[in-house]
């Protein structure tokens, strides 16, 4: 069955950066495109870019230009997300899905960026 | 960007009523829409793509329709089960967008 796995919950300093993982699995990891969306606790949905893993082309939302970069090792299925510059505004969940779609998602992994 | 516009925000209905939660794009989305459901601290599942599809092993209470910019959701028969969060969105485009959320409870 499709899986995302993704790693654990994250404590960081405001300025430091996060980089999160997503480990896929029960598909052929290339054939989908990885997208990243977060949630800050009680609000919405908030979709952050996107990666096509054969390629390694991505995308993002303009508010996350010049802070994130996504990136893959498909030798182990694994995609990644790291976030730069971070301030209490990015305590948030963070969510890997498969294809923009988003058909499948990871469980989440929680980030807390506080002094 | 495409806004998504989703009414009501929030909802009270009791068990076995009839829900409808639409969904209004600010452009023509090509049936390019979803629907979601999440529960307080898990992450959202599919439940409905391309605007009326049933995702795999979603029960078919639920249910969708619409086209161009306007969509709707609905749940015919009310469960205790469906106690959460719903979401649409669209991806004909980028930046993938998600409509506010209904939340829905039980009255």
């Known amino acids: 069955q499709v899986q995302l796995v993704q790693s654990g919950a994250e404590v960081k300093k405001p300025g430091a950066s996060v980089k999160v993982s997503c480990k896929a699995s029960g598909y052929t990891f290339t054939s989908y495109d990885i997208i990243w969306v977060r949630q800050v606790t009680g609000q919405g949905l908030e979709w952050m870019g996107w990666?096509?893993?054969?390629?390694?082309?991505?995308g993002q939302a303009r508010m996350f230009e010049g802070r994130i970069t996504m990136t893959r090792d498909t030798s182990i299925s694994t995609a990644y997300m790291e976030l730069r510059g971070l301030t209490s505004e990015d305590t948030a969940v963070y969510y890997c899905a498969r294809a923009t779609s988003a058909d499948y998602w990871g469980q989440g992994t929680l980030v807390t960026v506080s002094s | 960007d495409i806004q998504m516009t989703q009414s009501p925000s929030s909802l009270s209905a009791s068990v076995g009523d009839r829900v409808t939660i639409t969904c209004q794009a600010s452009?023509?989305?090509?049936?390019?829409l979803n629907w979601f459901q999440q529960k307080p601290g898990k992450a959202p599942t599919l439940l409905i793509y391309d605007a009326s599809n049933l995702a795999t092993g979603v029960p078919s209470r639920f249910s969708g329709s619409g086209s161009g910019a306007d969509y709707t959701f609905t749940i015919t028969s009310l469960q205790p089960d469906d106690i959460a969060t719903y979401y649409c969105q669209q991806y004909v485009d980028v930046p993938v967008t998600f409509g506010g959320g209904t939340k829905v409870d039980i009255k």
């Open positions: 452009q023509d989305i090509d049936l390019y």
């Open positions: 990666m096509t893993p054969s390629s390694g082309a991505t």
